[in-house]
């Protein structure tokens, strides 16, 4: 499985940007999705995530009512829209695919993901 995320940039407070992620496999639809972050001196951290039905989602309380996932299932695909972005949000962002099948939750830890992508830069200035 491999994942390439996409979409990075720099952006001033209160842009957006959408992140995209694109895997590989043929059985993208059937596990969950997640966005993680880390900034420069700290641990990585859950950012949103995504059923593998896209039934349900999950945020982290700092970008809740920002940040909205989707996912494409017929295209591989996965996408972080974020809105009114931060200096705080400025990180390297990861996309994460679970290691489960059809999980009854949406994962939000770091060991429920098995595959993860190399990252794409997001620079928010003030």
């Known amino acids: 499985v491999q994942l390439q995320a996409s979409g990075g940039g720099l952006v001033q407070a209160g842009g957006s940007l959408r992140l995209s992620c694109a895997a590989s496999g043929s059985t993208f639809s059937s596990y969950g999705m997640g966005w993680f972050r880390q900034a420069p001196g700290k641990e990585r951290e859950f950012v949103a995530g995504?059923?593998?039905?896209?039934?349900?989602?999950s945020y982290a309380d700092s970008v809740k009512g920002r940040f909205t996932i989707s996912r494409d299932n017929a295209k591989n695909t996965v996408h972080l829209q974020m809105n009114s972005l931060k200096p705080e949000d400025t990180a390297v962002y990861y996309c994460?695919?679970?290691?489960?099948?059809?999980?009854?939750?949406?994962?939000?830890?770091?060991?429920?993901?098995?595959?993860w992508g190399q990252g794409t830069q997001v620079t928010v200035s003030s």
């Open positions: 994460a695919r679970a290691g489960t099948m059809y999980s009854t939750s949406v994962p939000w830890r770091s060991y429920e993901y098995g595959y």
């Open positions: 995504i059923k593998w039905n896209s039934g349900t989602t």
